[in-house]
C-alpha cells in the first residue's frame, strides 16, 4: 500500500483530498489543530474503508512535524502540504498589515511546509515519492488586501520550483484549488455569501489524477487538470 502525509485535513480541501486519496488505496497520515474536527473525520474516513492514522497538532511546531513523519512508520509516497492560514482578516492593505501577522503567515504557509518536507525527503526520495503544495492564484496576481496571504503562497511556490530542480528523483507539484466553499475562504469575506463557490470534493479528481498519473514537476491549475475520459 501507498502512503500520503495529508496536512490540515480535518475539514476543506484537506479532508476532501484525504477521503479522495483514501479511495484511490493510499493509507492515510493526517493531521490538524483541532483534535476533535481531526478525530470526526478520521472516523468518516475510516468509514469509508480507509486506513487513517491521526496526529493532532501544529505544523508550526518542531516536535509534531517529527511525529508525523514518525507515524508514517518508515514508508512515504506523497506528502500533501495543505495546512496554512489565511492571516490576518477582514484582509487588510500591506500598509496596514499588523508584522506579527504576517510573520506568522509565513510561518504556517512557507516554514512549515519547507520543514516538514526536508524532514519527509528521505522516506520520499526512497520511494520516489511525492510533493504536493497547495497554493492560490494569489500567489500571481495582484488582488488588493491579499498581500500577506499572496507573498507567503508565492514564497511557497518558489520553493517547490527550486526543489523540483534539485530533487529529481522527487515528483513536486504547486497546485492551485482555485476558489472553494471553505472555513478560510469564508474569512477572507466575512458576512458575505460565498454559497457560490465550488465545493472541496469537485476539484478532487483533478488532484487524484496529477497524483496517481505522476504529472511531471511543476504548477497546476485544478481547473486544467479535469481526468480524461474517453
Same mark, same amino acid.
Given at each position: ?16 483530498? %484525504? ?22 473525520? %478520521? ?32 514508508? =512515504? ?13 477582514? =484582509? ?28 519527509? =525527503? ?57 476558489? =472553494? ?11 458575505? +455569501?460565498?454559497? +457560490? ?34
Amino acid at each position: 500500500m501507498s502512503t500520503a502525509l495529508i496536512t490540515g485535513a480535518s475539514r476543506g480541501l484537506g479532508r476532501a483530498l %484525504a477521503a479522495g486519496l483514501g479511495r484511490a488505496g493510499f493509507d492515510l497520515v493526517i493531521d490538524a489543530r483541532d483534535a476533535a474536527a481531526l478525530d470526526a473525520g %478520521a472516523g468518516a474516513l475510516r468509514a469509508a474503508g480507509a486506513t487513517v492514522t491521526a496526529v493532532p497538532g501544529d505544523v508550526t511546531d518542531p516536535a509534531h512535524r517529527a511525529a508525523l513523519i514518525a507515524a508514517c512508520a518508515g514508508r =512515504l509516497d506523497l506528502l500533501v502540504n495543505n495546512a496554512g492560514t489565511l492571516g490576518a482578516s477582514p =484582509l487588510p492593505a500591506l500598509a496596514d498589515y499588523p508584522a506579527d501577522e504576517l510573520r506568522a503567515a509565513f510561518e504556517a504557509n512557507v516554514i512549515a511546509p519547507i520543514a516538514l518536507t526536508q524532514l519527509a =525527503l528521505p522516506l520520499l526520495r526512497a520511494s520516489g515519492g511525492a510533493v504536493l503544495n497547495i497554493t492560490s492564484d494569489a500567489a500571481v496576481e495582484a488582488y488588493a488586501g491579499w498581500g500577506g496571504y499572496g507573498a507567503a503562497k508565492a514564497a511557497l511556490e518558489q520553493a517547490s520550483n527550486v526543489l523540483a530542480a534539485e530533487e529529481l528523483g522527487v515528483r513536486v507539484w504547486w497546485a492551485d484549488p482555485g476558489d =472553494l466553499r471553505t472555513d478560510m475562504h469564508q474569512l477572507a469575506f466575512p458576512g458575505e +455569501d460565498i454559497s +457560490d463557490r465550488p465545493e472541496p470534493a469537485s476539484v478532487v479528481p483533478a488532484f487524484v489524477r496529477l497524483v496517481t498519473e505522476r504529472l511531471p514537476s511543476g504548477r497546476y491549475r485544478a481547473a486544467h487538470l479535469a481526468p480524461v475520459t474517453s
